[in-house]
């Protein structure tokens, strides 16, 4: 029997397309992602449109893989360009080895260079897909780091099996930490408001900082009220907004929310953004997200970008490590328009978890 692909039709297969996710994804098995409710917000809730492009491949009526893509608005440069997102790639178990993901890919990519999209965007962690994307034209742009903020040890000393360690190792984070806040104390210029992205992100001085911040950075994604209200209002998912004023202008903002990571109660933080010339707010905007992650009593504060952008942020200086976890940028042209070359060089980026569908 012939395996078929095809544009996916959720009205019918979305029972299959939920198995499927289950049976490649068993890490969220019976987990919220896995919800017919994470589905539409994921793939038809976006202020876009069309709002996603999905395709599937099938053999009789079983779905052995599904290829997916969310519209997502980028400036890059001095061009406005609609990237799509490529997530929820997946192949059943059964049918891994038999080029079914390198097909399908190949499928989608022709079908989405007759739309709107100018580029494609991924940002995989399996190592075992990295060959099928390779093969159908993607590259490799640059490397996305997780870094790390310890407030306490005894989750990760518990998964490496030695606890007894906690106490001690909490004695040093905590000396650390005094290092770190006699080194960079908050001005007394700027000040912190915490909210919900709803009640902060609509407010004129924060698109007034979103105009100012966009006029700074090469390469971004365009964001908006509207956005922020979609991409931060997945199912069973609650998020908390930062900004940080000097007077009354908005100089910084951020988003994160409570998870749990790698088994480490952990405060993620998807999007970071500050005024050039306004660095020294950071050290206020860091007391405050760290403020909110004690007051949910995680053990780590987490954040994903590039390098460069790490190095602007002051990651290190105010306690962050980088970890062994890494995320890759891929990146693969749809038009003649878009020179994968030319767009990847890694300090004109600005990239985060808010640019991904993780977290």
Known sequence: ????????????????????????????????????????????????SPRSYEYSATEGSKMLGYYAALPYPYQIGERR????????????????????????????????QATELDFLTGYPIRPEVMGGHLRVGWQVAFELPMYLKPLKANAILKSKGVPWLAPLANVAIGASRALVIRSSTAKREYHGRIGTPRELFHLVAFETFLASWSASVQNHLVKSPEFYDWRLSAPGTQYQGFLIYRNDIVVAAAVGRATLLN???????????????????????????????????VEAIVTMMSRPRAREYRLLRFGF??????????????????????????KDWHLMWIDSDDL
């Not at 038999?98 to 989405?112: I, N, S, Y």
């Not at 890494?326 to 890694?346: G, K, P, W, Y």
């Open 81 to 112: 360009m609609l990237a799509g997102m490529v997530c929820d790639v997946m192949t059943h178990s059964e049918a891994r080895g038999r080029g079914v993901f390198t097909e399908l890919g190949r499928f989608a990519l022709t079908r989405m």
């Open 263 to 297: 088994d480490v109660p952990s405060f993620a933080l998807l999007d970071v953004m500050v005024l050039k010339g306004d660095e020294n707010a950071l050290p206020t905007l860091y007391r405050e997200v760290e403020g909110e992650a004690r007051r949910h009593r």
């Open 321 to 346: 490590l980088k970890s062994p976890f890494t995320f890759q940028l891929i990146l693969r042209s749809l038009n003649d328009a878009v020179s994968i070359e030319r767009i990847s060089t890694e």
């Open 1 to 48: 029997m012939s395996i078929e692909f095809a544009e996916f039709e959720h009205q019918e297969g979305l029972s299959e397309q939920r198995a499927l996710f289950e049976n490649a994804f068993p890490e969220h098995q019976s987990g919220p992602a896995t919800s017919v409710d994470h589905y539409q917000w994921k793939f038809h809730g976006s202020p876009l």
